[in-house]
């Protein structure tokens, strides 16, 4: 990639990631326009996928609420993207963990990673 | 007033707004470009400008091309090329044309070299759909039937067929210039340009009025 275009991305991607993998449990914080007001939104779920680099960089949250999959793709640099916070971390043994899909009740649960 | 000037496609990439909008930009290399030559209606019968860009070694070139740099008093630059202006009067030889022609939500067609895509079928050269792949048929990806019976007897001339794809100036019009950097000669224009990275590139503002 040339040289200037890589400058250009490094203005656009965010620095301030906290460390997050595949598994981990997140929260994202993101900012919602309706009409003329702001407010922030929480959405909490399991991190399924994180591809791209730079400003392309993105995640896929995924969350079962009231019995339906739900998944939502963030990408990291974006400004809506206010805040991401892990509140447990996973164990996988993939990059994808698109096998979750399939999976309900205690299966679709990823193991918990001992911080030690 | 006319803007115009040369330069090079160094890629693409994607950069976002204050709201969140995510916007692809293709970073161009605009400029700085010297005035190597003012032609008037008096001397050559319109009026244009041409302008050179890019740094070149000397043995690159002819001698003819070479006494035309001299001529100008500027150092031999590896393009050159001529924009149709209304007001020659306001150029002179030797004039340096920086990026700052332009600014940022200004509205511009940019020209290049489409990737050559070589001999190609029909499918991919004119959009032709293709038939099923299953159940026994064997007609994939071929043109189908190309006219009509006794008569014309012939098949109509331009008749979309296979052959050599791409490789041919190429203008997109109606791009949005995102961003501006003069000091580093940086243009971003919102969308994808013709050509591949480092092709060459002309840049003028739309030719279609603003809406």
Redesign the interface.
Known sequence: ??D??RE??RG?TREDVPEFAVSDTVRVHV?I?EGDKERTQAFEGTVIARQGT???ETFTVRRVAQGIGVERVF?V????VQQIVVTRHGKARRAKLYYLRKRTGKAAKTKARDLR | MMAAIIGRK???????????T?VPVT?I?AGPCVITQVRTNEIDGYEAVQMGYGATRKKALTKPVLGQFAKAGVTPRRRLKEFRVDNPGDYEVGQEIKVDVFEEGQIVDVTGWSKGRGFQGVTKRHGMSTGRQTHGNRNHRKPGSIGQSATPARVWKGKKLPGRMGGGRVTIKDLSVVQVDSE?N?L?VRGAVPGA?NGYLLITNAKRAAK
């Open positions: 990639m040339n200037r275009v250009i991305e656009h900012r326009r730079g400003p392309n990408p640099s974006s400004p809506n | 160094l890629g693409m990439t994607r950069v976002f707004k204050e709201d969140g995510a970073v290399e580093t940086t971003l990275s």
